[in-house]
């Protein structure tokens, strides 16, 4: 990721690693990143590696209302929205759930942002180019829904419900990857769904108010 090391986010206060942060081995990456340290910065970069799989498997499940032409353009645009987000980053969730978070809202932007160039041009055929007929309009607005509901969830819910949908893994994997048992793993998975058609059922109702 060319020039990432000449970057330079305001520094910030960060939250002290103590107990109550789950992930406290990333919250130290981050703040030795920040601070400039090299080995932390490759590190740091390597594990922003996934950005271009997050976002290309996204726009997959979406119909793909993004081109291929112009994905590239979009991992860069968020590689470097997460680079300046960084000194926001504490440690409540790992890192790549946080940037997974910042992946599914950047996709959104760029939609939206292409709709709205398409219909101030009055240019329809630039959305059959996206890919979105009314079908595929309403689909995504339904996965829009998803993405901000799911910005809802507490930290530890919104990971397993990532590792067991993004990364297909088992209860016993999700498990052994966050360090709980497969029962708490699966209790969390299960109050994270119903925490998320609580959401999704608020959202839709408001929508049919309108």
């Not at 993405?147 to 209860?171: C, G, N, W």
């Amino acid at each position: 990721m060319p020039g990432f090391a000449k970057l330079r986010p305001h520094p910030a206060t960060h939250t002290p690693l103590d107990q109550e942060l789950l992930h406290p081995h990333d919250a130290e990456l981050v703040r030795r990143a920040l601070s400039g340290h090299r080995k932390a910065i490759v590190e740091l970069v390597e594990r922003m590696g996934c950005v271009p799989r997050i976002l290309a498997s996204r726009n997959a499940r979406m119909g793909s209302p993004v081109r291929d032409h112009d994905l590239p353009d979009l991992v860069q645009d968020t590689l470097l929205v997460i680079w300046r987000k960084l000194p926001t980053f504490e440690g409540r969730s790992s890192l790549e759930t946080w940037i997974y978070r910042i992946c599914c809202l950047e996709l959104m932007n760029f939609v939206r942002r292409k709709r709205r160039t398409g219909r101030e041009q009055g240019r329809e055929e630039e959305l059959l180019e996206l890919g979105a007929p009314t079908t595929s309009l309403s689909n995504s607005q339904e996965y829009e829904d998803l993405y901000q509901a799911m910005e809802r969830l507490p930290a530890s819910e919104l990971e397993i419900v990532r590792l067991k949908h993004f990364d297909d893994l088992t209860f016993e994997s999700v498990g052994g990857r966050l360090g709980i048992s497969e029962n708490t793993a699966k209790t969390r998975y299960y109050r994270g769904l119903k925490r998320l058609n609580g959401f999704l059922g608020a959202t839709r109702g408001q929508e049919v108010q309108r």
